[in-house]
């Protein structure tokens, strides 16, 4: 099982940016799968982007490329989430997310192991 823990959400006007930050504790030696994926209330969770940690392949959802970067720091054991030109529809809930293994899936049935999340407000 892996811990982990977003931070870095917060509220920005529109066209502006962040970075989301997400912290992996446990059993992270071996490869895995980490993702990002946001909510919106009411709404299924999309998955955005994710990254394999054995080489760094990544993967990006139509809706964010060219504006989101995933990245990571093994030294670190941290995922990132940049975030650029962001728009009032990005407003959601941003949850880190990750599987043991190569990135066979994007959405939330894929993953196993969850953060709790981090609200990022975009205001127009």
């Known amino acids: 099982e892996v811990h982990l823990v977003e931070s870095g959400g917060g509220s920005v006007q529109a066209g502006g940016s962040l970075r989301l930050s997400c912290t992996a504790s446990?059993?992270?030696?071996?490869?895995?799968?980490m993702g990002w994926l946001r909510e919106v209330s009411g709404k299924e969770r999309e998955g955005l982007a994710t990254?394999?940690?054995?080489?760094?392949?990544?993967y990006y959802a139509e809706s964010v490329k060219g504006r989101f970067t995933i990245s990571r720091d093994s030294a670190k054991n941290t995922l990132y989430l940049q975030m650029d030109s962001l728009t009032p529809e990005d407003t959601a809930r941003y949850y880190c997310?990750?599987?043991?293994?190569?990135?066979?899936?994007?959405?939330?049935?894929?993953?196993?192991?969850w953060g709790q999340g981090t609200q990022v407000t975009v205001s127009s």
């Open positions: 990254i394999y940690t054995g080489d760094g392949t990544t």
């Open positions: 997310a990750a599987r043991q293994g190569r990135c066979y899936g994007l959405g939330e049935p894929f993953f196993e192991d």
């Open positions: 446990g059993n992270t030696e071996q490869n895995m799968c």
